[in-house]
T-cell receptor, first 115, second 112 residues
Framework: SAVISQKPSRDICQRGTSLTIQCQVD?????MFWYRQQPGQSLTLIAT?????????ESGFVIDKFPISRPNLTFSTLTVSNMSPEDSSIYLC????????????FGPGTRLTVT | AQSVSQHNHHVILSEAASLELGCNYS??????LFWYVQYPGQHLQLLLK??????LVKGIKGFEAEFIKSKFSFNLRKPSVQWSDTAEYFC??????????FGTGTRLTVIP
């Protein structure tokens, strides 16, 4: 299994500001994923982050709004830029249980409220 | 586009009652199917999965799920629920790429 931690666990931010969420894994993993869970909705994949390459964004998500860094095999950050109240969500990172397994371990999530 | 439907948003059961949570997906190709559970205050964790073979799969804590290809369904079952099963349950589908498509979740409340 993998142990995943996220910082911060929650935050309240003002409109127009940016927040960077950190995701730390206790073992080296090839792929890390960032999801968003808006109130009352399902988890939606934002992007897939491989170490050493640009993140791959899903339809509806762009790098300017959600820049991602993946500096090494155990760490990634997601920034929510120029926030608006519609960005209020839980943001989760996850990793593959093992490469190609399609099973994912999830972090505890970051609850973001934008006022 | 792929989608996953969970028809029950909130289910309330008494202990020892039987449970069945519905999950349907829309995708015509090969799928990998998952149920995840999130207990109060805890991370999402994998409950069970189906990749191929026997369509009836067993997971942790007495849960099982049946894949019915003709119905595009992967319903979760447990013959006798416990108070500790109170949680939110998410069905998810993988279509071979590295992402998961999730349903909106079903909140289960078990009354002692």
């Amino acid at each position: 299994s993998a142990v995943i931690s996220q910082k911060p666990s929650r935050d309240i931010c003002q409109r127009g500001t940016s927040l960077t969420i950190q995701c730390q894994v206790d073992s080296q993993v090839t792929m890390m994923f960032w999801y968003r869970q808006q109130p009352g909705q399902s988890l939606t994949l934002i992007a897939t982050a491989n170490q050493g390459s640009e993140a791959t964004y899903e339809s509806g998500f762009v790098i300017d709004k959600f820049p991602i860094s993946r500096p090494n095999l155990t760490f990634s950050t997601l920034t929510v830029s120029n926030m608006s109240p519609e960005d209020s969500s839980i943001y989760l990172c996850s990793v593959d249980r093992r490469e190609g397994s399609y099973e994912q371990y999830f972090g505890p999530g970051t609850r973001l409220t934008v006022t | 586009a792929q989608s996953v439907s969970q028809h029950n948003h909130h289910v309330i059961l008494s202990e020892a009652a039987s449970l069945e949570l519905g999950c349907n997906y829309s995708y015509g190709g090969t799928v990998n199917l998952f149920w995840y559970v999130q207990y109060p205050g805890q991370h999402l964790q994998l409950l069970l999965k189906y990749f191929s073979g026997d369509p009836l799969v067993k997971g942790i804590k007495g849960f099982e799920a049946e894949f019915i290809k003709s119905k595009f369904s992967f319903n979760l079952r447990k013959p006798s629920v416990q108070w500790s099963d109170t949680a939110e349950y998410f069905c998810a589908v993988n279509t071979g790429a590295n992402n998961l498509f999730f349903g909106t979740g079903t909140r289960l409340t078990v009354i002692p």
